[in-house]
C-alpha cells in the first residue's frame, strides 16, 4: 500500500460544548467526569441518581486516579484531577506526572473501556476544570481513538462543562487538542507504518504530498545525486546498499506573521530500515527496526502541529532518509566516509548508521546563513540502545552544550507528560571516537554508548545551541491511551509546547 498522511482527525472537527450545571446520562452511553478532586462533595447529589451508595464510596477514597462503573442508565467514569502538586517533589518536580497528562492518559484508557463495553457514544464533562485539563481530556480522547488496524469505529463524541472558563476558551482547548493529536497520531502512524510501505523516495514523496499545499509550508527534497554534489558522503555510504537510494527532506515553515526572530532547527533520523547493514542484527533486535524513523516521524509531527496551529515561530525541519541494507553495495567496515563538513568517519560499525545519517543533516542545518541561520539546533533520534538501558523506553535521553535550552526543554516535557532527562556530555568519551585513519570513528567500545552517540553528533552542529534527544518513539503494550503496542508519537507534544514557549 502506498504511504500516505491524509489521514483525518478521530475526533469532529468541530464539536459543539454545551456549559451545563452538570453531565448529561443517556442510556447506552458513556459518561465521563473529569474533576478536581476537592470538587467531589459537589459532585455527589449528581452522582446518586446514578450510582449506588457503595460504588460513590468506593470513588470517594480515591484509591486511583479513575474509575469505571455501571450506573443506572449507562456507564459513568470518573477522572478526579490532584488539586495540587505533590509536597513531597523529588527531581525538583522534572518527572511529576502533570495534571494535563494524568488527565490525558485516564480519559484515553476510560474512551477505551467504553468501547470494550459496547458503547457508541461518549459524553465528556469536565467540572470545574483548568485549560490544561480540559486541554488533555479532549486530546486523551484523539490519542485514544487512533487504530492503525482500523478496528473500531470512533465512537461519538459530544461534551459540556461547568466552570469559570468562557466557552471560547473551552472551544480553544479542543482546537488545539485536535491539532496536537493529529500530530501525535500522524508520528504514530509513519512508524506503524510497514518499511516496505515508506522506504526513503515513498517517505519523502509522502511528506511532499501532504505539506506541499500547506500555508507556510515549503517542501525541498534532495536526491542522491543532489547530495553527492553537496558532499554528503555519510548518509549516502550508509543508504548505498538499498534499491531506494537516500533522501533530505527540508521542510521549510515561514508563517505569514512570524515573529521577527531566526528560525528554529531540526534534524530528525529517518532509517526507514535498519538490518544493522554488515554488522547485521540478531533477529529479535531487528524485529522492530521498521521503528528507527521515530525522530524523522517525530518531526513531521511537529510539522503537521506548526500549519495546524499556525504558530508564529519559523522553523526548518530536515529529515535524514535513508535505509541500511545488506547487498553488494553495501558499505563495510573500515570504510572512510567524508560528511559535509569535511571530517573523515572511520566505519568501526555498521549498525551505527544512524548517526551517520545525521551528521550529513546537521551539517546542512548548521551551514544556513543570514536570516535562515537557525537561532539553535535540536535532533531527534532512536539513537541507542543504550540510553533505553539507562532511562527505560518512557523517558527520552537529552544531552545539550547550552544549559538554558536544556532547562527549557526539559521544563517543556514535564507540562506535556513527554518526558526527558539531562544526561551529561563526557569529554572522555570523544577519546574513544579515535581512528588511526580517520578524523572520528563512528562507533567504539565500552559503557556510555548514548553519551558516545552524543558526542559525535556534536561534532557536526558548528557552534549553534543544541540538544539531541535520544529516544525510543514505541509503546510496547496497551496502557493509558493507546489501545495496542506500536509508535508512541514521543517528543511530538514536548516539542510543540516548546515551540509554543518561544
Not at 23 to 28: A, E, H, I, R, V
Request: glycine content about 10%; hydrophobic content about 40%.
Amino acid at each position: 500500500m502506498a504511504l500516505s498522511l491524509n489521514s483525518k482527525t478521530l475526533l469532529p472537527a468541530k464539536l459543539k460544548i454545551t456549559k451545563s450545571s452538570k453531565p448529561k446520562f443517556l442510556s447506552g452511553e458513556t459518561t465521563v467526569i473529569v474533576y478536581p478532586k476537592g470538587q467531589f462533595k459537589k459532585l455527589k447529589s449528581v452522582l446518586k441518581e446514578q450510582l449506588a451508595p457503595y460504588q460513590i464510596k468506593k470513588i470517594e477514597s480515591a484509591e486511583q486516579p479513575s474509575y469505571f462503573m455501571h450506573g443506572s442508565k449507562g456507564y459513568v467514569a470518573l477522572v478526579h484531577v490532584p488539586d495540587q502538586l505533590s509536597e513531597t517533589l523529588d527531581h525538583e518536580g522534572m518527572l511529576e506526572e502533570s495534571n494535563y497528562a494524568l488527565t490525558r492518559d485516564q480519559v484515553g484508557s476510560l474512551y477505551l473501556q467504553a468501547e470494550e463495553a459496547g458503547c457508541t457514544k461518549l459524553h465528556l464533562h469536565t467540572f470545574n476544570c483548568d485549560y490544561d485539563e480540559i486541554l488533555g481530556s479532549f486530546l486523551g480522547l484523539e490519542m485514544a481513538a487512533y487504530d492503525f488496524k482500523k478496528i473500531a469505529k470512533p465512537l461519538s463524541i459530544s461534551a459540556s462543562y461547568q466552570g469559570e472558563l468562557p466557552t471560547k476558551a473551552v472551544e480553544e482547548a479542543y482546537k488545539n487538542a485536535i491539532a496536537v493529536g493529529r500530530a501525535t497520531n500522524m508520528s504514530r502512524l509513519l512508524v506503524d507504518t510497514p518499511p516496505s510501505d515508506k522506504r526513503p523516495v515513498d517517505y519523502a514523496e509522502a511528506v511532499n504530498g501532504y505539506f506541499k499545499n500547506k500555508a507556510g509550508m515549503k517542501v525541498t527534497i534532495w536526491d542522491d545525486k543532489k547530495m553527492a554534489k553537496e558532499k554528503m558522503g555519510c548518509i549516502l555510504g550508509v543508504g548505498q546498499g538499498s534499491v531506494q537510494k537516500p533522501r533530505l527532506v527540508h521542510l521549510r515553515y515561514r508563517p505569514a506573521k512570524a515573529q521577527d526572530i531566526q528560525p528554529a532547527a531540526f534534524v530528525g533520523k529517518g532509517i526507514t530500515f535498519d538490518t544493522g547493514g554488515l554488522n547485521l542484527k540478531g533477529g529479535a533486535n531487528m524485529r522492530l527496526m521498521k521503528k528507527d524513523m521515530g525522530g524523522s516521524a517525530a518531526l513531521v509531527g511537529l510539522a503537521s502541529w506548526l500549519v495546524d496551529s499556525k504558530s508564529d515561530v519559523p522553523c526548518d525541519i530536515y529529515l535524514a532518509l535513508a535505509e541500511n541494507s545488506v547487498d553488494a553495495e553495501s558499505f563495510r567496515p573500515s570504510d572512510v566516509l567524508v560528511a559535509k563538513n569535511g571530517k573523515s568517519v572511520e566505519i568501526d560499525n555498521t549498525d551505527a548508521e544512524g548517526r551517520l545519517v545525521m551528521a550529513d543533516a546537521l551539517c546542512v542545518a548548521a551551514e544556513a546563513k543570514g536570516k535562515d541561520k537557525p537561532q539553535f539546533l535540536i535532533d531527534v533520534a532512536t539513537l541507542t540502545g543504550a540510553i533505553k538501558v539507562g532511562l527505560g523506553d518512557d523517558i527520552g535521553g537529552l544531552f545539550s552544550n547550552n544549559d538554558d535550552l536544556a532547562f527549557i526543554l526539559q521544563s517543556c516535557s514535564q507540562i506535556s507528560g513527554d518526558p526527558l532527562w539531562r544526561m551529561p556530555i563526557m569529554e572522555s568519551q570523544l577519546g574513544k571516537l579515535k581512528s588511526d585513519v580517520a578524523d572520528l570513528a563512528n562507533s567504539g567500545s565500552g559503557f556510555g554508548g548514548a553519551i558516545r552517540a552524543a558526542v559525535f553528533l556534536r561534532e557536526f552542529t558548528g557552534d549553534l545551541p543544541w540538544a539531541h534527544l535520544d529516544i525510543y518513539g514505541w509503546n510496547g503494550s496497551r496502557q493509558k491511551a493507546y489501545r495496542s503496542a506500536g509508535g508512541s508519537g514521543q517528543a511530538v507534544q514536548c516539542l510543540a509546547q516548546f515551540i509554543s514557549q518561544i
